[in-house]
Each structure stands twice: as C-alpha cells, then as structure tokens.
C-alpha cells in the first residue's frame, strides 16, 4: 500500500500523467501493414495503440511484429506485407486502466511496460499514460519529501535525542 504523504506528492501533477487520445499516434485495424509500417516509422515509437473506426481501443501494434512479417531467413521482402491489415499482426491481450486508474495499479503494470493505454466504460481510447510521466513524478517526490521536512534522516538531532533512532 502506498502511504497517503507519498500518495499525494506522487499525484501533485497527475494532470501530465494523461497523454490525450488527440496526440498519441495510432493506426486502425484495418489498415493495410504496409501504411502502419509507415506510421511506426515516422513518429519513431515501437509500439502503438490499435483502434477501430469508433476510436475504441482493440489492442497495439510493434514494429517487430510488422518487420516479422516482411523477413525470413534469406531476405527482407516488402512484398509479403500486401494484402496483410494491423489485424493480422496486432496483439490484443493487453492491459489497460479506466479513466479512474488507480495510482497503485498504474505503477505496478508500468514496471514491465512502456505505457499503459487508457479507456472510457465503452472502450473509447482517452490516451496513454506513460512511464516517463510517472518518473517524472517519482523523481519529484524524492525532491520535495526532503525539501518538505516530510522526511527525516536518522542522523536527525531531534531524533537522536528522543532516541527514537
């Protein structure tokens, strides 16, 4: 369980934490491969959202698994990526958190991922939260837990002499 000082500090800016739908690069999936491999490209990222035409969430696509398709052992062929659609290659066994995300929850899940996609009841994509944000948070609160006084070393004087130490 997370305490409530430290709760609280790592919440201060959770309004960054939420990176909207609008500014997270996505493809459908029904999108031909090849354009996803486009995409991935362009904005650099291994990893991105899958979403449907209602802009419901319906799991990511990487770059390896794109690139899987296009090699084998002799050569890498662009060909073999016709007719493929992110459907084909996406995976969909993903977690993902409700716009009412527990703090706990989010810090646990993004130990092994890079981010964490965020849905409404209806699945409709609100954005990601990432890992980044959450360090910054992190490395926020390890500032202001001292700076605070909410923190005390065991050097303390006031400790020592209440030998609470």
């Not at 459908?28 to 491969?33: K, V």
């Not at 354009?35 to 696509?61: A, N, Q």
């Not at 004087?157 to 209440?162: A, N, S």
């Amino acid at each position: 369980m997370i305490g409530p000082t430290v709760k609280e500090l790592l919440l201060e800016n959770q309004e960054t934490f939420l990176i909207p739908a609008k500014n997270v690069a996505n493809v459908m999936y029904q999108n031909p491969l090849d354009h996803c491999l486009l995409v991935l490209t362009k904005v650099g990222y291994s990893k991105i959202p899958v979403l449907d035409k209602g802009d419901r969430f319906v799991g990511l696509v990487s770059l390896s698994e794109v690139v899987e398709k296009m090699i084998d052992l002799k050569e890498i062929d662009m060909e073999k990526l016709n007719g493929l659609t992110v459907a084909d290659v996406m995976q969909t066994h993903v977690s993902v958190v409700s716009e009412n995300w527990d703090l706990e929850e989010v810090l646990h899940l993004l130990v092994d991922l890079p981010f964490l996609p965020v849905v409404d009841d209806q699945q409709i994509f609100k954005g990601i939260i990432t890992r980044k944000e959450i360090l910054k948070a992190v490395n926020h609160m390890s500032h202001e837990l001292e700076r605070r006084n909410l923190l005390l070393s065991k050097t303390d004087p006031i400790l020592e002499k209440q030998k609470i130490v």
